[in-house]
């Protein structure tokens, strides 16, 4: 069956929460691998990256979830951010969309096939930061292996010229793709790997890609459709929406609170 079959409008998925019953069922002896990203999943979208603090109530609700199943938090931002936002060692992370992945005891993962590109985003750094930096409010982060570009705060009539930036830069940028999210594109490593193939490597190396666990992701943006796609057969895909699109998830919850009690629920039923 094709994507676009099994692709439904995010309005028309069943809510989580009002649906724990059907939820739990296909948990029935069985536990869950929690994966989580993070900016407007754990915490709201803040109008700067470096802006965005997750509250004591939630790390606590990820905390005590991470006590009694494996959990993952995986995001577009760099480990060592993400890591420090969260600020929970007994977890796993995968940061930069999986590129660089590290947990508990010393366990690590970089994907080396991403190294090759570093001058070519460090090319594309340069050149976007000089030529974004007579709009008002575009800001560019570098991460190891992406680059992005934020234009939340700049003026409607203006995000055309930062597309068009972004796509002269990228038409110089050999070996790197274009992709985007909530007001922001990324440019980064034109490879195979994403959040959903993050996901699967992690199941795989945890050993945990068994008949007796389940896997759930819970994500909010265009980037962890990749983790949605790959939970299609074997697991549970959760968005946090906000508008109405296309997604490959199956439950829909409303907001990042819905995401703390959801979590907390499922830490009192496996506790």
């Known amino acids: 069956m094709s994507d676009a079959v099994k692709r439904r ?61 494996t959990l993952a938090i995986v995001s577009g931002r760099d480990l060592d951010d993400v890591r420090a936002k969260v600020g929970i060692d ?77 796509d002269g830069v990228l038409a110089d940028s050999e070996g790197l793709r274009k992709t985007g999210g909530k007001m922001i594109f990324e440019l980064r490593p034109d490879i195979d790997w994403d959040k959903g193939k993050a996901l699967t490597w992690l199941l795989e190396k945890l050993q945990l890609d068994k008949h007796n666990t389940v896997p759930i992701y819970i994500g909010d943006d265009l980037t962890d459709e990749d983790a949605f796609r790959e939970l299609q057969q074997h697991g549970i895909g959760i968005l946090v929406r906000e508008e109405a699109r296309p997604t490959l998830a199956r439950y829909a919850l409303e907001s990042v609170d819905e995401v703390g009690i959801l979590l907390r629920r499922l830490a009192t039923q496996f506790e």
């Open 9 to 69: 409008l995010s309005n028309e998925l069943p809510s989580a929460l009002k649906n724990m019953e059907q939820l739990n069922g296909e948990l029935k002896d069985r536990r869950p691998v929690v994966f989580i990203d993070f900016d407007g999943t754990l915490t709201p979208i803040a109008e700067r990256p470096e802006m965005a603090d997750i509250s004591l109530d939630m790390r606590e609700s990820v905390r005590r979830l991470g006590q009694c199943c």
């Open 90 to 166: 007994e977890i796993y992370y995968a940061g930069s969309h999986g590129f660089h992945i590290a947990g508990p005891a010393g366990f690590g993962h970089e994907l080396q096939q991403g190294s090759q590109f570093l001058p070519a985003l460090d090319r594309a750094e340069r050149a976007l930061l000089r030529q974004l930096r007579s709009i008002a409010g575009a800001q560019v982060e570098r991460k190891k292996f992406a680059v992005a570009i934020h234009f939340r705060r700049v003026a409607n009539e203006q995000v055309d010229a930062v597309t068009a930036v972004v």
